[in-house]
Each structure stands twice: as C-alpha cells, then as structure tokens.
C-alpha cells in the first residue's frame, strides 16, 4: 500500500512534467555543461570569456538588467575593473539645479540596457524585441541547451521556405524564423587568453555567463545542499534507530 | 514546577497539552500513511514562517512584482534559499494532503462518526487552493498574469458574470488592484488554514484516528500514548520528507515549475499553452473536457464540491478497503483516473487528448455518482477481525 502510493506519485510527477513550445521545432541536442549535476560549477575562464561575448556582441542588442557591475566580481573581475566598466556608461541623473543630466556609473549600477525603453528597441530592431537575457536561461525549456542551439543553429532555409523580410531561419526557434541575425561568426571576438574563438567556443562561453546570470547562487546553493542532505541523511538514521527501540514492545506483541 | 500548576490551573495549556500530545490514546497500528496529516501542519507552519520572510521583502505592484522577487533571489541574504523553501513547499503541501485525501478514501475515513473530520479537511483543501492560486499570481510572471486571466473569466460563466469579474479584478483589467487583493488574500487565508485545522484536529481528538483495519478500538491494548510511540514515528517520517524537500530546493528548485514564469507579465503576449500548476491539472482537464463553459465551470468546482458529500455516497458499512475487495479496485482505478486527468491537462486540448479527457471526466463522476452508491448494496460485508489487537481473523474464539 504505501510503497504503490509512492511509486504512482514518482511516475506521476515524472510524466506530468509537460513538454510545450517544440511545435516544429528541430529537437534540441543536448550538451554536456559544467554546472549540471549535483556538483556542477560554473568554469571561471568560461565566465569570464561568457561576458566578454556578452559585452561584445550580445550587448550591443539585449540588456542584462538584473545583473549589477559590482555582482560580475563573482565572475574574478576585479574591483578596478568593475569601477571602469560601470563608469563606461552614462546614467540619466539630475543636477543640483533638478536639471536633467547624466553621471558615470558606479559599481552598484545595473547593467546599462542598450535601448532606453522598449518602443526604442522596436524601433531600432525592425518591429522586433530583443529580450533582456538575465533570465533567459531559466525562462525556456530547456534553457542551456535551448540557448546554445540557437545560437549555433542558424544556416540556409529548406528550399521552398519563404523567409519574411528581416528574418533569419533557424530550425530551434518557434516557427523557424527569427529577427536576431545570426549573432556570431568564427573569430568574431580575441578572447585573452588564446582560446580559439568559434562560433561553438563562443556560444558555449556564453550560455554558461547567462546561466551564472540567470542563477548567480548555483554554486552556494548546490554546496549547501550537500551539507544539508548530509546532515539529513544522518538525522534520519538516527530517528529511524530512536523509533525502532521505541516501538519494539508494541510491534513484537503484534506478532 | 510550583509557578506551572499556578499557571495551569487558571490557563490548562500544559493539562492540554499532556492531555492531546502526550497521552493521547492512538490506535497502535497506524501504518505510515498516518504519517501526512502531521506533515501536512509541518508543512504549513514552514510555509507561514518563509512567507512571512518573504513578505518583508516583495512588493505588491505590477512595476516592482516581478523585480522584487528576483531582488529576493540576487540580494537578500540566503533570499534564493527563503524562496525556494516556499516555491517547492507550496507543490510538496499538495503532494502531501493529496496523499492524506487518498488514504482517507481507501481506509473510510470519512466514515460515521467522523463526517465532520472529513467536511473540515474538504474546506483546508479549498482554502490552500485558494492560497496557492493566489500565490502564483505574486511573482507577476507570463503565467501568473495569464493564469489569473484564466481563472477569474471563469466566474464570466455564470449570470451577472462580467460585473462578478470586474468586481473580482476590482477594475476593468487584471491590474495593480488584483495584484494588490490577491497579496492581502494570500497573506489572510493561511491564518484561516491554521484556524480550521485546529478544529480537524479537535474533530479527530472527538474519536481518534481511524487506522488500517477500519474498526474502532475496543479493549485497552489497542491503543497506546501518543507521546512517545507516533511523536518519534512522525518525527522519523518528517525528516525523509525533508530529505526530498531539500533535494528539490537545492538540486532542482524549479522542476515543477513553468519557464514562463520567468518572463515579466505581458498583457498584449499570451503564451502559446496556459497551464496551472500541477496539482490543478485534473481539475482544469475537467473544466476543458466540457464543451460548454458554464458546466465545464460547474463540473470544475463539483469535482472538489463532490468530495463534502462522500461520506453519504458511499453508505457501505465497512470502513477499510483491506476488507473490501471491490472497493479496493475501484479505488485504485479512481486514482488512476486522476493522474490520466492530470495528464490530459497537462496537454493542449486537441486531438485524442479531448476524447481521453471527458471520457476520464465522466469517469470521475461516474466514480463518485454511480460506484460508490451501488458499491455500498453490493459488495457482500466481509467477516471483521474482534480487535486490533487480535487482527488475525484465525484467532477468533471458536
């Protein structure tokens, strides 16, 4: 009786879970990622190469306005490196005089958005709305492998397709066409320390800074719940042991 | 322990306490599904505590929602930790109370003179769905927003429906004041639940649990004190169900879960397919399975409605399915009724998916309508053991 509860539940849980948004979608390959997996961690040169692809490409469309400057020290930039990248941008600020004016930014400055409000995005982008990417990894199915697919995933449309004015096929995104352009190109950035930059090396970095964007305390939050499933784990054997002993006259008279 | 008996003499909380926590007398065979009521309280009492915390921090407006949340996620201390406490509790509280519902289907629980236990439990089941409801509202995600515009047009069903939505929206759009309402609501109800399952718990002190075999306690070594024997056993239980809990905060805190959610609320972009929460899943494949949209509204609530009345549909006088071998069939078929509901909603409503659903929609009600009654003059009362303490029927005096 209660082990078939539990088993009905566990497959019910599992078969539940619902697999939307593939509609003629190519199936999406999986990706074997540093962060997976009950004791994943997020590569720091991966990181950091992650947000020099950001701030070189990707920013030049979509924000990252979750995230503020002084949070990328998580990523080992240092504390001058984040003063001048925050100060690289300009904040809409007032003057003494209640003037409109703008300041530079500082550390606890959110990343600077390219366009200032979505109509200017739309305008700048032919009707089409690039989206904020701090969440972006958690906000599709499966969002890593999603991510990288897509951005991997563009080349020429099946003869007989029409592809609308301004859009691009790939076979990962809804519908097959998207506005984005195809975002990267083999040698597109000169990533510091040597590593090659291919459209998959770029993209792999990426996805992983975004991942780190999307779930900043994966790290902690994976350690932790070792130390605490550990702890658990140990509790409960000793409670199982306490209701053994307690309950052993009431469970020998019952045989 | 003189200041104690003072104060216990005017104010009896520690005679109370001893009273009903500790030498409260307990059938001695409760099995381990015994176990989730008492998860169940745990559970609400974890998800009160991290509301409460998280409360202190969110912001009940259509602009700040959605940002608070993730500023509870990025920069309040252990913020993500707090939050994903009351995320994964909100979906294991229905793993929980669904299999405390299903055992008390199984063991009769519902049965004379525990009626009121079971009509108590029905309206905490409401309120949490109530609550829940509301909370997933809060984040102001994609799917909070379109699953509050599902929810509330329902009540556009019945008669007077679009002044009754507009008063539920308290505006013409689901906007700040329903976002608003809905965190005042989401902060009351669950003070209700407490209150509530304070009178289940005194309900089930009236006659104790019913346990395993079906049958009432008779002679003294049936039952036994409740403090030590089930203190420690639901102490034993709640760690392995922190063991899972804390498997899902830390490992995958957003497997139940909508990625939809994670895109800030848009009213001019419906997502492609709308679904609630899991556990609202058979319920919303009951309202879809129905063409109409006043019964497909009505089946939708009957569906939980029909649950109050249980007690008087299934006049059998065997309390426990160990004893019922029909009923045990039935039963096991009806939840398996209930996870294929789950499943068609879960799917969009196209294709066999519509066919299976209202075939398993009438099968619901069939189950509860016309099984239950005939069950009840039908299947053949079986021989009962004398007691719990002589539960082998072999060892009846001849």
């Known amino acids: ?41 997020f590569k720091k040169d991966a990181l950091q190469r992650g947000y020099q692809v950001f701030k070189e490409v990707c920013s030049t469309c979509h924000g990252l306005k979750l995230v503020s400057y002084e949070k990328l020290m998580a990523i080992e930039l240092t504390k001058n490196a ?69 951005l991997t995933g563009f080349c020429e449309a099946p003869a007989g397709m029409i ?49 780190w964007a999307a779930e900043p305390e994966m790290e902690e939050r994976k350690q932790m719940g070792v130390k605490v499933l550990f702890y658990l784990f140990i509790l409960t054997f000793v409670l199982y042991l306490s209701k053994r002993k307690v309950w052993k006259d009431v469970t020998k008279d019952n045989h | ?75 309040v201390n252990a913020g993500w930790l707090i939050r994903y406490i009351h995320m994964n509790g909100a979906t294991l509280f229905f793993v929980v109370v669904y299999v405390h519902i299903f055992r008390g289907l199984y063991y009769g629980s519902y049965k004379s003179p525990r009626e009121l236990l079971w009509i108590l439990g029905v309206i905490i089941l409401l309120l949490m769905m109530a609550t829940a409801f509301m909370g997933y509202v809060l984040p102001w995600g994609q799917m909070s927003f379109w699953g509050a515009t599902v929810i509330t047009n329902l009540f556009s069903a ?14 013409f759009a689901i906007d700040n004041p329903t976002l608003n309402r809905f965190f005042a609501l989401h902060y009351l109800l ?36 409740f403090h030590p024997y089930y203190t420690i056993k639901d102490t034993f239980g709640f760690a392995v169900f922190l063991m899972i809990y804390c498997g899902f905060i830390f ?41 109409s949209k006043l019964l497909g ?50 799917n969009p409503p196209e294709g066999m998916f519509i066919l299976i659903g209202r075939a398993a929609t009438s099968y619901y009600f069939a189950h509860f309508f016309f099984f239950l009654p005939l069950l009840s003059y039908l299947e053949p009362v079986m021989p009962l053991p004398l007691s719990i303490s002589r539960p082998v029927l072999e060892e009846r005096p001849s």
């Open chain 2, 297 to 346: 509204v009505l089946a939708m609530f009957g569906s939980v409605m029909v649950l109050f009345i249980v007690p008087w549909l299934d006049r059998h006088p065997v309390r426990s399915s160990r004893f019922r071998p029909y009923h045990r069939w039935f039963f096991w078929l009806f939840v398996v009724d209930c996870f294929i509901l789950g499943w068609v909603g879960a």
């Open chain 2, 1 to 75: 322990m003189g200041i104690l008996k003072w104060i216990d003499r005017r104010l009896p909380f520690i005679s109370l306490v001893n009273h009903e926590l500790r030498d409260y007398p307990t059938p001695k065979n409760l099995s381990y599904m015994w176990n989730f009521g008492s998860l169940a309280g745990m559970i609400l009492i974890i998800m009160i505590l991290s509301g409460i915390f998280l409360s202190m921090h969110y912001i009940p407006h259509v602009d700040h929602a959605f940002n608070s949340v993730e500023h509870i996620m990025r920069d």
């Open chain 2, 190 to 225: 669950p003070f209700l639940i407490v209150g509530v399952s304070i009178v289940h718990l005194i309900a089930l002190h009236q006659f104790g649990s019913n346990n395993p075999l079906g049958i009432e306690r008779k002679e003294a070594g049936d039952s036994i004190p």
């Open chain 1, 1 to 41: 009786m209660n082990c078939q509860f539990l088993v009905h539940l566990v497959i019910s849980l599992i078969f539940l879970s619902p697999t939307f948004g593939e509609g003629d979608t190519l199936p999406i390959l999986k990706h074997k990622w540093s962060f997976e997996g009950p004791s994943g961690t």
């Open chain 1, 82 to 150: 984040v003063k001048t990248l925050a100060a690289e941008h300009e904040y809409p600020d007032w003057d003494d005089e209640g003037q409109p004016t703008h300041r530079k930014g500082i550390p606890s400055d959110k990343i600077l958005s390219p366009y200032v409000n979505d109509k200017a995005a739309r305008s700048a982008n032919n009707g089409a709305l690039p989206p904020d990417l701090s969440l972006i990894i958690k906000a599709r199915l499966r969002g890593p492998n999603y991510v990288r697919a897509l």
């Open chain 1, 163 to 211: 592809i609308a004015e301004g859009m691009h096929y790939n076979p990962y995104f809804p519908g097959r066409q998207i506005a984005m352009a195809p975002p990267l190109v083999d040698g597109q950035v000169t990533f510091a320390d040597g590593t090659k930059a291919t459209v998959d090396q770029m993209a792999e970095d990426v996805v992983t800074f975004l991942s």
């Open chain 2, 158 to 171: 019945f008669p007077f429906g679009e002044s009754i939505v507009h008063w539920l929206w308290g505006g």
């Open chain 2, 251 to 291: 490992f995958a805190p957003n497997f139940f879960g909508e990625p939809d959610n994670y895109v800030p609320a848009n009213p001019l972009v419906t997502p492609p397919h709308i679904v609630p929460e899991w556990y609202f899943l058979p319920f919303y494949a009951i309202l879809r399975s129905i063409p």
